[in-house]
């Protein structure tokens, strides 16, 4: 499926392609809350990289989260990128070179009508902000960290892969 997305401003658009097109997964973490969840969480799809086409990609700014490591407490800068508008501030998507054939837009930039998942996965839910109440529904799967299934997987386990 073609995804067309653009920031706010509209000094960014972009086009992709994704065989795993369905807004499931939220993302509670901080890195997605503070940078981009406008509801306490964040939706990430996922796409093929290759296909990515942009317009204004010298708007584009890019940020590389800092985590910290539960075991130790230390801090580093992680490998993923975010890119965002540098004009508006508009999140638009997390590229990581451990993964390099994978884009993964956000779901509140495409302006692509996106299907309804039929279930969601609650994700790092450990990390949401006390003043998160998540809207769990029948079906829906819960995760304190991360889920057991990738994006792909959950596609494919519903049949909705769209290759």
């Known amino acids: 499926m073609k995804l067309e997305g653009s920031c706010q401003c509209g000094d960014v658009r972009f086009s992709v392609e994704s065989d795993y097109p369905y807004p499931f997964n939220l993302c509670y973490c901080s890195i997605c809350r503070k940078s981009a969840g406008s509801g306490g969480y964040a939706i990430n799809l996922s796409a093929r990289f290759e296909t990515l086409q942009i317009e ?20 580093a800068r992680s490998q993923a990128e975010r890119s965002f508008c540098g004009t508006c501030g508009s999140a638009l ?7 390099p054939e994978l884009l993964h837009p956000l779901a509140s930039v495409i302006d692509t009508e996106l299907p309804t998942p039929p279930e969601r996965t609650h994700l790092m839910l450990g990390s949401k902000a006390s003043w998160v109440e998540p809207d769990i529904r029948p079906g829906d799967k819960t995760f304190e960290n991360y889920p057991d299934e990738s994006i792909a997987a959950w596609h494919e386990r519903l049949g909705l892969k769209t290759k």
Do not use: K, L, M, Q
């Open 56 to 75: 204004g990609a010298d708007n584009i700014r890019t940020y590389s989260a800092i985590t910290t490591n539960p075991e130790t407490g230390s801090a």
């Open 93 to 99: 998507w997390v590229w990581d070179p451990r993964w």
